[in-house]
């Protein structure tokens, strides 16, 4: 698939999402939509009725990415409402290969999400089960907070699980991802770059996509992974 990026309308105009969703739209390969309920993260955003008419009025597909509590019970209306993408935190489900499997069931990617103090090894054996593995490179919550390095080598490790079972799996990197730290994920193993403030914090949405694509794509080519 090569990279792709899913700019976080986390950091767009609530009041004006679907002008903010339009300026990323020429670049970018999905729009990721931050869902939190002020229980599993300590922030509040939004919830299904925008989610669904965001599905409506976006020319890209939604990349959904819960943050929320009783994911079991909420995760497969998101996919019903329009989702190209859900994502669950691991840490919410009960019963994540259930989770995977309904989600797929309704249509949609099934993600599952680590935080970061979150270990992969334990999940190694339903990575199957799943379409994308998001590794936070932040605590989850906001946006705007700064890349946390210590995520690398678990990028790394889901790599190498990826690469041994020759799975069909991407790997999602979110928090902190700019024109700084784009780079060392995609060194590290990751193909699908979610970036907020880096995106509608700049003059030109678009072109941030595109600077961001170049350089996860530059650094790919040159990493142990990447190479033919
Ligand atoms: C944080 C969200 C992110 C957030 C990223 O909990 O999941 O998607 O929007 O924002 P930046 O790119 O500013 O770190
Ligand atoms: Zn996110």
Redesign the pocket.
């Known amino acids: 698939m090569g990279v792709q990026i899913s700019p ?1 309308i ?2 767009a105009d609530f009041t004006d999402l679907a002008a903010d969703v339009a300026r990323i739209a020429p670049a970018a390969d999905w729009v ?1 939509v ?1 869902v939190m309920d002020n229980h599993f ?1 300590p922030n509040l955003t939004i919830g299904l009725p925008v989610v669904e008419r965001l599905a409506e009025v976006s020319d890209l597909p939604l990349d959904v ?1 819960l ?1 929320i509590a009783d994911v079991d019970r909420w995760a497969p209306d998101y996919a019903d409402a329009g989702a190209g993408s859900v994502t669950f935190h691991v840490e919410a489900s009960t019963a994540p290969v259930r989770l995977a499997r309904t989600l797929r069931e309704h249509g949609v990617r099934a993600g599952m999400a680590l935080r970061p103090a979150t270990a992969i090894e334990p999940y190694a054996d339903l990575l199957a089960e799943l379409d994308m593995l998001l590794l ?1 490179t ?1 605590e ?6 700064a890349f946390l390095d210590l995520v690398l080598p678990k990028i790394r490790a889901a790599r190498e699980l990826v690469k041994g079972r020759d799975l069909d799996l991407w790997i999602q990197v ?5 024109a700084e730290t784009v780079e060392r994920c995609a060194e590290a193993g990751a193909d699908v770059f ?5 995106v509608y914090g700049a003059d030109d949405p678009a072109a941030a996509v595109e600077g961001l694509r170049q350089q996860a794509a530059a650094a790919t080519a040159g990493s142990w992974w990447g190479r033919p």
């Open positions: 976080s986390l950091s990721h931050d993260v990415h943050m936070m932040v989850p919550g906001f946006g705007g907070q979110d928090g902190g991802v700019a979610v970036a907020g403030s880096a």
